[in-house]
């Protein structure tokens, strides 16, 4: 079992940058692929980024594809989102979960998930 506690999120103006951490207990959690999705009022929960076990490969979604960075640090049990060039549209509750099996972007897949962090940007 991993538990996972977001932190990072908060308000910005269009065009700035926050950084998101997951913080992960648990000594299982170096084995599982990680991925973060958010989801906005009214809408279905959507996959933004995830990375491998070891952090060798990274998966993005196309929307966020060149302004967000997924990456993880083993020693500090933690996984974090870079989010820069931020848009209205990123507005949203962040979640991070651990990857069970199957594909990278798909929610089903996911099995711990955190409680989520608020991320809300201003036009």
């Known amino acids: 079992q991993v538990q996972l506690v977001e932190s990072g999120g908060g308000l910005v103006q269009t065009g700035g940058s926050l950084r998101l951490s997951c913080a992960a207990s648990g000594r299982a959690f170096s084995t599982y692929a990680m991925g973060w999705f958010r989801q906005a009022p009214g809408k279905e929960r959507e996959f933004v980024a995830a990375?491998?076990?070891?952090?060798?490969?990274?998966f993005y979604a196309d929307s966020v594809k060149g302004r967000f960075t997924i990456s993880r640090d083993g020693a500090k049990n933690t996984v974090n989102l870079q989010m820069n060039s931020l848009k209205p549209e990123d507005t949203a509750v962040y979640y991070c979960?651990?990857?069970?099996?199957?594909?990278?972007?798909?929610?089903?897949?996911?099995?711990?998930w955190g409680a989520g962090t608020q991320v809300t940007v201003s036009s």
């Open positions: 990375v491998t076990w070891n952090g060798a490969s990274t």
């Open positions: 979960a651990a990857h069970k099996s199957g594909s990278v972007y798909s929610a089903r897949n996911y099995g711990n």
